[in-house]
């Protein structure tokens, strides 16, 4: 079976500052995805980054990264310069290639950006 | 390019009463998804239709069914709230199955209350 787990139920971090998002995952899948999302206030579900888990490099998207570590089954979202704008919930989750559509998801952890 | 829209955004029902969440995608997407969110749970797989013609059951099916009209339209339908059923419910979809970096896109959700 499938699972993810995000242990950190919320974090603050200072403005400017970076932060890490920690995930792990558990998949008996040969080869599978990893997704991160962010969730504002405002409730929509927004699409941050992907890593695969045959890729060679760390995913990078603007000021995301992935810090994707097969061996220990993680793949933590790290955020440099946080921003004001970057408080939300955030959302691990992973898709397997075992013949199914679906995505799972992690519980999430609430970032809070300090002035 | 409406991406994924959901009706109603807000919806109060009394016990016992049944009702159905609407979601349509224009993106041409194969897979549509429903889930629901409840604090401290993250998101739950509801029912998915991985294409055309076909449904299956997620993480947590009891208490609803599902229908995919066509493939731009996936409904959700409560027979019989209950309290335990109140929820935000998004709607989701993504692009041909196979290729594992298809990330999910939104809906911007439904808040249910099951008095």
């Known amino acids: 079976a499938q699972k993810i787990t995000q242990t950190q139920p919320g974090m603050f971090v200072q403005e400017k500052e970076a932060v890490t998002l920690d995930c792990t995952y558990d998949?008996?899948?040969?080869?599978?995805?990893l997704f991160w999302y962010k969730q504002p206030s405002s409730g929509e579900m927004i699409f941050l980054i992907y890593?695969?888990?045959?890729?060679?490099q760390n995913a990078t998207e603007g000021r995301y990264s992935l810090n994707f570590q097969k061996a220990r089954k993680s793949a933590n979202l790290v955020i440099s310069a946080s921003q004001l704008g970057d408080s939300a919930m955030y959302f691990c989750?992973?898709?397997?290639?075992?013949?199914?559509?679906?995505?799972?998801f992690g519980t999430g952890t609430r970032l809070k950006v300090l002035a | 390019n409406a991406g994924v829209t959901q009706t109603p955004k807000f919806q109060v029902l009394k016990t016992g009463q049944s009702m159905t969440l609407q979601c349509a995608q224009d993106m041409n997407h194969n897979s549509m998804y429903w889930y629901r969110q409840d604090p401290g749970m993250g998101l739950r797989l509801i029912y998915y239709s991985a294409s055309e013609g076909t449904t299956d059951k997620g993480e947590v099916p009891n208490g609803y069914n599902v229908s995919r009209l066509n493939k731009r339209e996936f409904s959700l339908r409560l027979e019989s709230a209950a309290p335990s059923q109140t929820s935000v419910y998004f709607c989701?979809?993504?692009?041909?199955?196979?290729?594992?970096?298809?990330?999910?896109?939104f809906g911007p959700g439904t808040r249910l209350l099951v008095l």
């Open positions: 998949t008996s899948d040969p080869s599978y995805g």
């Open positions: 989750a992973m898709r397997g290639a075992s013949g199914t559509y679906k995505y799972i």
């Open positions: 890593q695969g888990s045959y890729d060679q």
């Open positions: 989701a979809s993504s692009s041909q199955g196979r290729g594992l970096q298809e990330t999910q896109y």
